[in-house]
């Protein structure tokens, strides 16, 4: 239960960090047409 509980956190803190990846080093981001 805890492993399952701490994976969820860890994946959400890994969201977390792409997204501030893609906000401060747009390079980073893949590729999108507007």
Known sequence: MATRVGSKSICGCL???????????????????L
């Open 15 to 33: 969201t977390l960090l792409q997204a501030w990846i893609y906000e401060y080093f747009p390079l980073f981001r893949p590729s999108q047409i």
